[in-house]
């Protein structure tokens, strides 16, 4: 069938503008490949923009999270707008939507709840937003990398240690993190693993990773469970807490974290054991992936942060 003059010139029109909307679209014509096969644009360290939301800034692991980010990219010029959540999922995807709404180049989230923030993290996917977890993962949605410690390994050596210190067949309660939480849940399945047979785990009850509740909720665990032997806090903040309630010396405290208050409890000898992970490391490995994903590289869709055992004998 023929065209007449004026369809074919509309043809080409329509064709040329679609070529120049891939174009436009976050370079999708240039640059190199990222690990999701997708172009993207390179950048300069100093010209990426970051939003970043983490849970909440009264955690000390948080903090020191914060800090490793704000330390790379005060080293290469680079711009951070970071968001305290408050441990309020709601809260965070209002901040995730404004930093889409601000077109930044790069979101880096420590999810309140791995679940909720999943419509945050599709969001940011259908604007073209690469997302980087830390710490805590996202259950859905598209994510460029997740940074973190093997919470199911940390949770292994917790239990691993606490076996060794109240020995076989012991009572011990769990105090878990904030439900729904992947951390929460991959601790308390590395822990509970490795104790199977070995101890008696009488009772496990959520703290929500906070200190004043790691007190109320332990104090209720002893009210019901005096003859426990050994607690394992899945954080330190909790642990912390839990110290305040027990009166027993004989009652031993592993946790996992690292922060400087748990390590000083450590030291102090109010805490037995903590796996520590390196909160700092992790947060500069986050800001890591997007300056590589920017450099064109291929990034790890998990990249791994280590831990290690402390205890008095160990702890600085």
């Not at 990222?34 to 983490?54: P, Q, W």
């Not at 420590?110 to 997302?131: F, H, L, Q, R, Y």
């Not at 239990?159 to 904030?178: D, F, S």
């Amino acid at each position: 069938m023929k065209l007449s003059t004026k369809k074919v010139v509309s043809v080409l029109a329509v064709l040329s503008a679609g070529m120049f909307f891939l174009a436009g679209c976050g370079g999708a014509s240039i640059g190199s490949k990222s690990s999701d096969n997708t172009k993207v644009t390179k950048k300069a360290k100093k010209d990426v923009k970051v939003g970043m939301s983490l849970s909440t800034l009264s955690n000390p692991f948080f903090v020191n999270l914060k800090q490793g980010v704000d330390q790379v990219a005060k080293e290469n010029g680079t711009k951070v707008q970071t968001f305290d959540a408050q441990n309020d999922s709601a809260k965070q995807n209002n901040q995730i939507s404004d930093l889409v709404t601000k077109k930044v180049d790069v979101i880096i989230v420590n999810p309140v709840d791995s679940d909720a923030i999943v419509p945050a993290v599709k969001k940011a996917n259908n604007a073209g937003i690469p997302v980087i977890a830390c710490d805590r993962g996202s259950n859905g949605g598209k994510l460029l990398t997740t940074v973190a410690s093997d919470n199911v390994l940390a949770g292994k050596m917790a239990g691993q240690y606490l076996e060794k210190l109240v020995g076989k067949n012991a009572k011990v309660a769990e105090l878990e993190g904030t439900p729904g939480a992947d951390a929460a849940v991959q601790r308390g399945e590395g822990f509970e693993k490795e104790i199977k047979g070995n101890l008696d785990l009488v009772t496990k009850q959520s703290a929500n990773f906070d200190r004043a509740k790691g007190l109320s909720t332990m104090q209720n665990i002893l009210q019901a469970h005096s003859d426990i032997k050994g607690v394992f806090a899945q954080n330190d903040e909790m642990a912390l807490g839990a110290v305040k309630a027990i009166k027993d010396a004989d009652i031993k405290i592993v946790s996992i974290d690292g922060t400087p208050d748990g390590l000083a409890a450590v030291k102090k000898g109010s805490i037995d054991g903590i796996v520590a992970q390196e909160p700092k490391q992790e947060g500069k490995l986050a800001l890591q992936a997007a300056y590589d994903y920017y450099a064109g590289k291929t990034i790890d869709k998990n990249i791994k942060s280590p831990v290690h055992l402390v205890t008095s004998k160990t702890a600085k």
